[in-house]
């Protein structure tokens, strides 16, 4: 596929996106652009969620993944299903009760000010630092695949991502953001199907014997019982999965921004447990995808790229099968990668808004005027962390990723697990100091894990730093207090 090709597709796929964000972001105030004003059906916010968490991460790392972990990711993805009924039914009916704009908010009105920004803090660490990876790694694809034969450095490629993203989501918001995911859902979904059937049909192979070749495979293994100190064991992803799903998106506010946007919390029930479904057997449509890749790059002597991430883009743009493999899956790339960005940077501005400088206080002309400068300097900052990773990093994507979660979600799990379960009250001003500790014991004890013991903490690294925090918060009690 050549450069030429890439830019074309692109730019068709941008020009779509604008036009559908235009559209739909039309007369979109502060609350059409923080909430969508609360009136998007169900079955909408069901369709935009199966692709918005699908990133390009997703798209890209997980087809490459079963090389070394063959399908035991499904054991992740089943925990995810159970958190997702936790969302629905425990965290769901809170949120609507409350009333929050930003999810934040409610540990202000659990424990108090520090807390709260504590808790806003942690969350922009998190998005800033997982959005950021999410987007270099598609800026990485795009750069081997169209800016480094135009001589294009990557922080022009980075620069130029960020542009667009900051222009085709500065007016809608979430209002905007329900119909770009749709058409990001659509074309992922679109671009999965078809490349599995174009490999199909370069494999000779009929469907039912497809089907065999893929069950036969070493790298469709599911379950993995047999090493509680793998990282692939069941019960340790399972559990994460959870505990993962739970942290990710139940108190993440790119996530639920979505969910919450419906009219009442029953809807958003009814859209978080299709969506559930939904995602589940896409997941497995694109571990079916990597071992057809993985097979046709065996039976085309292909030579395997360094990284696994790169297996997908390497098959479909220069794997020997026709254009329209390579241009469906520039679509899904590019699709993923815009939708993730834009929520991201949506939900950065609303917490940043609300959380740290008080946006709720402020009229709605000022509140309009302090929204803007903040997504444009989130823009510029989430530009600034990709060169970061283009510098300094060096790990799988997914892994850091999670990795990452693992670290700054924990202290955010921790304080609503505390808030929900327990009517304690805490010495307020204390609770940062907490929530610093967590991630510092639960690092010391992965070392000491893997030192001592030759026992590799994992995905389950965000419960450890969770049970951090409620110990941490534990000791700041207010005696006589409850």
Request: overall charge positive; charged content about 15%.
């Amino acid at each position: 596929m050549s450069p030429l090709s890439v830019v074309l597709t692109v730019a068709v796929y941008i020009a779509v996106l604008f036009v559908v964000a235009a559209l739909s972001g039309r007369r979109a105030g502060n609350a059409g652009f923080f909430t969508g004003n609360r009136r998007t059906p169900w079955y909408m916010a069901a369709f935009a969620m199966i692709g918005a968490a699908m990133s390009g991460v997703t798209f890209i790392s997980v087809p490459g993944s079963v090389a070394t972990d063959a399908f035991s990711y499904i054991q992740m993805v089943l925990g995810f299903t159970v958190g997702q009924l936790i969302v629905a039914f425990v965290l769901v009916p809170l949120f609507y009760r409350t009333k929050v704009v930003s999810l934040y908010q409610y540990l202000d009105d659990r424990f108090g000010f520090a807390s709260h920004r504590a808790g806003a803090w942690c969350f922009f660490i998190s998005k800033m630092l997982g959005a950021a990876l999410r987007i270099y790694v598609v800026c990485a694809v795009m750069q081997l695949l169209v800016f480094d034969a135009c001589g294009v450095p990557f922080w022009a490629n980075a620069a130029a991502t960020m542009l667009l993203v900051w222009l085709y989501t500065r007016r809608g918001g979430v209002k905007s953001l329900i119909w770009t995911d749709s058409l990001k859902t659509l074309c992922l979904v679109a671009s999965l199907v078809l490349t599995i059937v174009f490999l199909v049909r370069a494999s000779g192979l009929s469907w039912a014997e497809t089907v065999r070749q893929v069950a036969d495979s070493p790298r469709s293994r599911v379950f993995f019982f047999d090493d509680p100190a793998s990282g692939r064991y069941f019960w340790k992803m399972f559990l994460a999965g959870i505990v993962l799903l739970v942290a990710m998106t139940g108190l993440d506010q790119d996530m639920m921004q979505r969910n919450l946007s419906c009219r009442s919390p029953r809807d958003a029930q009814k859209n978080i447990v299709l969506t559930a479904v939904c995602q589940f057997f896409v997941i497995v449509l694109f571990l079916v995808l990597g071992v057809l890749l993985y097979a046709h790059a065996d039976r085309s002597g292909l030579s395997l790229p360094a990284k696994s991430d790169q297996l997908f883009s390497m098959v479909a743009t220069n794997g020997g099968l026709p254009l329209a493999v390579g241009v469906v899956f520039v679509v899904g790339l590019v699709a993923s990668t815009y939708s993730a960005a834009g929520s991201a940077l949506t939900a950065l501005t609303t917490s940043f808004t609300f959380d740290l400088l008080d946006g709720a206080r402020r009229d709605d002309a000022r509140l309009s005027r302090l929204r803007r400068r903040v997504h444009a300097a989130m823009a510029a900052g989430m530009a600034g962390v990709i060169l970061l990773f283009e510098a300094f990093g060096n790990d799988s994507v997914i892994n850091l990723v999670y990795k990452v979660a693992g670290y700054t979600y924990g202290p955010i799990l921790g304080m609503f697990l505390f808030g929900m379960a327990t009517r304690r009250r805490v010495h307020d001003r204390w609770v940062p100091a907490a929530v610093i500790a967590a991630p510092l014991l639960s690092a010391a004890l992965q070392a000491a894990a893997r030192w001592y013991w030759n026992y590799e903490i994992g995905f389950e690294l965000l419960v450890y730093n969770a049970l951090f925090t409620i110990a941490g918060m534990f000791i700041l009690v207010k005696r006589h207090a409850k």
